[in-house]
């Protein structure tokens, strides 16, 4: 579970928050 | 009994990782860090469901939290690492760039380099332990508790660092917005709250 949970929490949860945070892009088209 | 010891691993610790790496990598993104920094054990989940790889509890323990002889034959041989690594990092490729890409491969591979001093001497050089090399593993994880210490040291310095970057960054594009600062603290602290949920779960046998 807490494999699981970990996953949830990490990616889902603190990526989806640290999305909105203004970084610079790691698409190929942009500088 | 095999899956009740699935979960007794390195978990938080490689997030934590993960988050330091954000901040010296601030265009690679924090979710496919997490993704990448456990790749080896989502890769593992099905190897071990299938009875290719097993955990099984070191001799006269219960299994728990770093008592686990953890038979990953595949997923953590330094072989099968590098390749699971090269193979993440160019899918990584097909839609970011070749340096985003360089650096989710990395830290795909960190997962074993810092998996190399917590475990017993259980992860082969070659998959399948081809030719019967010695195992490697400097079992830390015989002082559980200097283990747990280690991983939530890593969970904090991650965040630490996570949060003076995604402030800098804040800063640099809206030295005025408040709520981009308020976005900081909610990731700073999902991070600190997820370490301590995980390896707490963890610790716990859960």
Redesign the interface.
Known sequence: ???I???L????????????????????NTP | MAERHEEYAVIAGHFGFAAAVKARAPSVPLWALMLACVWMDVLFVPLFAAGIETIVPLPGTQGGYGEGIIHADYTHSLAGALLIAVTFGLVAAIWWRSSVALVLGAVVFSHWALDLPMHHADMPLLPGNAGNFPLLGFGLWRWPWVSAVLEIGLVLLGTFLYARAASRAVEAAQPTGAPARTRVRYVTAALLLSGLVTLGLNWFGM
């Open positions: 579970m807490s494999f949970l970990g996953i929490l990490f990616v889902v949860v603190a990526g989806r928050l640290d999305a909105r945070l203004p970084w610079p892009s790691a698409t190929k």
